[in-house]
């Protein structure tokens, strides 16, 4: 009988296959030396090794950049299997203790977790009391960035604008904010008529969030110059400030401006429009008390706003 190639897996092997996991997600050696914070010659050491140890070649690396061999695009997707059930093992452990352990992973877009609206200070406040050994991870992204990871378990809440229904994730709305259409005192409009913005504002350039939402924002959208985009909030006020554009922005996030003079609501009565936060989650697999803690913690301190 011949000896199997691989034998008995350790930490050696599964250290080897974490890095090996984020070289390919990061597109390669060099852009893993910051997510790995190691150097190229030692992410090269160690995949030398684990080739090696498998006795498959991975990937392929050169002028052309890099790429995975066939039995590396095998490996990978083995190893993102592997350590999404030691992940669930881990989970499960947590799970049974009476005191809550583990990672809450969020992602969110930006400009949401300061919000009058949002009392998210708090609600870590509460967690960090109730929960003081859990660990929190919060990172920002597109909407559908979030929604994606949330549908494939890379994050447990997202909190998104509400637009939409995808199948696989539970919405539940939280609060809603209202936006206006403004311009910044460098923009031709901001000294104007009602009359003369009404008769003229198709002839500016409008920025755009690059999604389209409920058939009421895209009516007020009706002849306007769509001459570039910006989901977040932060670009997109630089470049309405800029004077060079006129855009959609939550009322609580312009208010600094709007009370320093540098914007202004245009047809405030005419082009405004409501949008919904909501947080989701997936709808099937497996259940987290700390998930549920922490959207019940969010609830609690929006009702007391």
């Known amino acids: 009988m011949s000896r199997p190639v691989l034998g008995q897996i ?63 695009m095998v490996i990978y997707e083995s190893a993102k299997r592997l350590f999404a059930r030691l992940e669930e093992f881990r989970y499960t452990v947590n799970e049974l203790h009476e005191q809550l352990t583990g990672e809450l992973k969020i992602v969110s877009g930006d400009n949401i977790w300061l919000e009058d609206d949002f009392p998210m200070a708090d609600v870590f406040a509460a967690l960090g009391e109730l929960a003081p050994d859990v660990s929190v991870s919060v990172d920002v ?52 008529e009602d009359d003369v913005v009404r008769a003229r504002l198709g002839d500016y350039k409008f920025i755009h969030p690059g999604i389209y939402t409920n058939p009421e924002v895209t009516a007020q959208l009706a002849g306007m110059q769509l001459a570039g985009r910006a989901y977040h909030y932060e670009p997109r006020a630089a470049l309405i400030l800029s004077g060079q554009y006129v855009g959609f922005l939550p009322e609580s996030f312009a208010r600094r401006w709007v009370e320093s003079g540098r914007l202004k609501a245009l047809l405030p009565e005419q082009k405004s429009h409501y949008l919904g936060i909501a947080a989701i989650t997936r709808s099937h697999g497996r259940q987290s008390r700390l998930k549920e803690l922490f959207l019940q913690l969010i609830i609690n301190q929006i009702n007391r706003l």
Do not use: W
């Open 10 to 72: 350790g930490d050696y092997e599964i250290r080897l296959l974490k890095l090996f996991k984020t070289v390919v997600e990061c597109g390669g050696f060099s852009a893993a030396e910051t997510e790995l914070n190691i150097s190229r010659s030692t992410i090269s050491v160690h995949m030398a090794n684990l080739e090696n140890r498998l006795k498959l070649k991975l990937c392929r690396r050169g002028r052309s950049g890099f790429a995975l061999t066939d039995d590396g």
């Open 141 to 192: 992204a597109h909407m559908g960035e979030i929604e994606r990871r949330v549908l494939s378990e890379d994050a447990d809440i997202g909190f998104v604008h509400y637009h939409r229904d995808l199948e696989g994730l539970d919405y539940r709305h939280l609060y809603q904010v209202r936006c206006f259409l403004y311009c910044s005192n460098r923009h031709p409009l901001f000294y104007a």
